[in-house]
């Protein structure tokens, strides 16, 4: 069981391209998220979705897009690549029904560097 | 807004000794989580607590909610080295399925 698997793992993009962060889960989760980490700090959600096709900002949306075409696939798309977007991403899904007792499954992380 | 508070940030404890990292969050939530963090890594589930008065263990680490102070905490017991590590508390938010994490709590454990 793979669990949620992040691609690429590392990356350094140019200020101004743009680039895409895959996302997959095989649990069957409804819930996905994408989360960012910067140095020495805690997560900050980007975006996050309730289910395929449904998808809402999270606390810092801003330079970002996403879409959930599928219930495995949330990508997250950086269209001009800015150094303050240089930090580490994780994607994370769950599983929320009634009284679920499940928490988050989290990727490994994608570390991406903007210079 | 919903804020996430945890305390202290940065905790340096000697092998053996007890210590509590205490999460606050300023509103209503239906669960709240506790993760582990070690250095590069992911984060890795500890703790999961749904109710008023849930308490959960597991080994030298123990997790309490108190949904009416809207606090929970993390009791370590008698630290070893392996427990170093940035411990984060989340909250989901009641109604969204949105979760807030705290700051983290930096926790290294000297021999």
């Known amino acids: 069981n793979a669990g949620v698997t992040q691609t690429p793992k590392f990356r350094i993009l140019k200020i101004g391209q743009s680039m895409t962060l895959q996302c997959t889960q095989d649990?069957?989760?409804?819930?996905m998220y994408w989360y960012r980490q910067d140095p020495g700090m805690g997560l900050k959600l980007i975006y996050y979705?309730?289910?395929?096709?449904?998808?809402d900002k999270g606390e810092v949306p801003n330079g970002y897009n996403v879409s959930r075409s599928t219930t495995e696939d949330f990508p997250l798309r950086l269209e001009l690549a800015a150094p303050s977007q240089t930090s580490v991403y994780f994607c994370?899904?769950?599983?929320?029904?009634?009284?679920?007792?499940?928490?988050?499954?989290f990727g490994d992380g994608t570390r991406l560097s903007i210079l | 807004e919903l804020k996430v508070e945890q305390n202290p940030l940065f905790l340096s404890m000697q092998e053996g000794k007890n210590y509590t990292i205490y999460c606050n969050y300023s509103?209503?939530?239906?669960?709240l989580y506790w993760y582990r963090q070690d250095p590069g890594k992911s984060l890795e589930s500890l703790f999961v607590l749904l109710s008023n008065g849930a308490v959960k263990q597991e080994g030298r680490l123990m997790a309490s909610l108190d949904t009416k102070a809207r606090l929970s905490t993390l009791h370590i017991t008698a630290a070893v080295h392996d427990l170093s590590a940035t411990y984060f508390c989340?909250?989901?938010?009641?109604?969204?399925?949105?979760?807030?994490f705290g700051t983290g709590t930096r926790l290294k454990v000297l021999a």
């Open positions: 649990m069957n989760h409804n819930y």
């Open positions: 994370a899904s769950s599983y929320l029904g009634t009284g679920s007792n499940q928490p988050q499954h």
């Open positions: 509103t209503t939530s239906d669960r």
């Open positions: 979705s309730v289910g395929a096709g449904i998808t």
């Open positions: 989340a909250v989901l938010t009641s109604g969204t399925y949105k979760y807030i």
